[in-house]
């Protein structure tokens, strides 16, 4: 079995890409090269450079690889479809021009979903109209990454969006053909979610072609559920703890991918604010030494 760790630059705490407290794109790949991973995410289209020659030097520059993109977006609106096109074309590109694989897609966070981020049972629910029109919207999403770039394509579940909990995530998967939608599995937005990491994986790895490691405090995830607390406000409090110091219990998580002989790219991902991040560096580091202490090499 060959699982390769690779690291995202939202540990670096980049989750948009005119953020102007991001730190620089040149000091995210320098500082994921030196800890020690061969791997990096695209980050927000548009964080990188989109010009392919630029930004290939650079990786080929720090040894690292491209592994996929995400595109973070209102699926939930209509009335973003236009943006919703446009992250999904452009972060497509980029990812083809490097021969990245992974196209991830993610419902951002919606206003009427926020206050109720890992309340299931208080969530507001979309009706049958918008539910299959945001189903649809996805899945076109989806058959463009495929099908238009030959790309292997993901859902995400994401805390506070309209595909977050674990019953509309297995709805989507019913009604969306395994052929153009696979799944990018998030173990700390799983728990996040208030639901079981591993259970959902031994259910569902055959569809799983692509894993996000998060781990999740569970003591400030309480308090930022009780509290209705914002996703970015709870990342400041450091609701993504290191690897291993959280709920979710990885060394299982190993596990379930050897018993089903996974192979292919993990991304480790400890969303952060980046004014509040302390040391990336360090983080990321220590991460990549924790994966490896139980066995991921």
Not at 47 to 59: N, W
Not at 273 to 278: N, R
Request: glycine share 10%.
């Amino acid at each position: 079995m060959t699982i390769r760790i690779g690291n995202a630059p939202c540990s670096w705490g980049v989750e948009f890409a005119d953020d102007r407290r991001n730190p620089s794109w040149q000091t995210v790949l320098k500082e994921c090269a030196e800890a020690g991973y061969k791997g990096i995410e695209l980050g927000p289209v548009g964080f990188m450079p989109e010009d392919p020659v630029v930004l290939g030097d650079a990786l080929a520059e720090h040894d690292l690889t491209l592994i996929g993109g995400v595109v973070f977006r209102a699926f939930h609106n209509p009335d973003k479809w236009d943006d919703v096109l446009d992250g999904t074309h452009r972060t497509c590109r980029a990812l083809r021009a490097h021969g990245a694989m992974h196209l991830v897609l993610i419902d951002s966070i919606a206003e009427r979903r926020a206050p109720t981020a890992g309340r299931v049972d208080e969530a507001e629910q979309m009706g049958p109209t918008e539910w299959a029109a945001f189903r649809d919207r996805l899945a076109e999403a989806a058959r463009i990454g495929t099908e238009e770039y030959g790309l292997t394509v993901g859902i995400h579940a994401h805390a506070a969006g309209f595909m977050d909990f674990e019953p509309e995530l297995e709805r989507l998967l019913d009604e969306v053909d395994e052929s153009i939608l696979k799944i990018c599995f998030d173990t700390g937005h799983h728990s996040y979610a208030g639901f079981d990491p591993v259970a959902f994986m031994k259910r569902h790895i055959g569809r799983i072609s692509y894993m996000h490691f998060k781990d999740i405090d569970p003591e400030v995830k309480a308090a930022a559920i009780a509290s209705r607390q914002g996703f970015y406000d709870a990342c400041g409090q450091g609701i993504f703890c290191k690897l291993g110091l959280g709920d979710v219990d990885f060394p299982a998580v190993r596990q379930v991918l050897l018993n089903a002989g996974f192979e292919g790219w993990c991304t480790v991902e400890q969303d952060c604010d980046p004014t509040l991040a302390g040391s990336p560096l360090a983080d990321s580091r220590s991460n990549r030494e924790y994966l490896e202490s139980i066995g991921f090499k």
